[in-house]
């Protein structure tokens, strides 16, 4: 994305120009690779002057969410086809080139029979492709924002590490029972809680439920038949 890119320093008194006497100054001729030092403060500096479009603009580092409302199809996929022309408009002026085949669009409505409509957004006069399941920032959506495919996920993922945690939960050797607690916490807790008050009032949040009493179980080697306010003061989990 920075290759290519010209950008001004201001001191506060005074500011460089990125073109003096026809050649580009200040220039980065290859690509920054991940975890150089420069990459953050590139990130602040391009944002900091987006364009005003009519969506709203979401940034989480170098990710950038354009999101806007309507009642029809056809006006949400014209007006963020005006906005990624502006936003491509930004970036051709200041050497930069946008990712057509990295953005994609996605719809969020209750209408059910509309559930594999695909919305047509253009960038640069490519279609950007259309996600139904869309994942922002490690968390998975659906076009009703139900959560039902990230909380399925998320138990399919405590399954694996359940399984883990039930090798180190062995009868004649593995953990001791100080270990186990810090283990769930670091393998099961962690990947459960991600983003939970974001899904918490899910109707599907069983899926996640289930998991979490098997892991209180193996903490505290407790069977099935064990009532389930009784896990986490079993477990230690308070």
Request: net charge positive; glycine share 4%.
């Amino acid at each position: 994305m920075f290759k290519m890119s010209a950008f001004s320093v201001n001191t506060g008194q005074q500011t460089t120009s990125p073109v003096i006497n026809g050649v580009i100054h200040n220039t980065l001729f290859q690509s920054i690779p991940h975890g150089d030092k420069t990459l953050s403060q590139l990130i602040n500096l391009y944002p900091n002057d987006l364009p005003v479009t009519r969506g709203r603009q979401f940034i989480y580092a170098d990710d950038i969410c354009l999101a806007i409302q309507g009642q029809f199809f056809s006006e949400l996929e014209c007006n963020l086809s005006s906005d990624m022309a502006r936003m491509s408009h930004f970036c051709r002026q200041r050497c930069l080139k946008p990712s057509a085949s990295k953005t994609i669009s996605s719809v969020f409505h209750l209408h059910n029979t509309s559930a594999i409509r695909e919305l047509s957004v253009y960038l640069d006069g490519q279609r950007l492709r259309h996600e139904c399941h869309p994942t922002y920032l490690g968390v998975t959506l659906d076009h009703t924002l139900s959560y039902r495919v990230h909380l399925t996920k998320t138990a399919g993922k405590l399954a694996n590490r359940n399984n883990l945690l039930m090798k180190l939960a062995g009868s004649t050797w593995g953990a001791s029972a100080n270990t186990l607690p810090s283990s769930a916490l670091a393998l099961c807790y962690s990947a459960a809680e991600y983003c939970a008050p974001v899904w918490s009032c899910s109707a599907h949040t069983s899926q996640v439920d289930v998991q979490l009493n098997s892991t209180m179980r193996l903490i505290s080697g407790t069977l099935r038949s064990t009532p389930l306010p009784w896990l986490p003061v079993l477990s230690n989990n308070n």
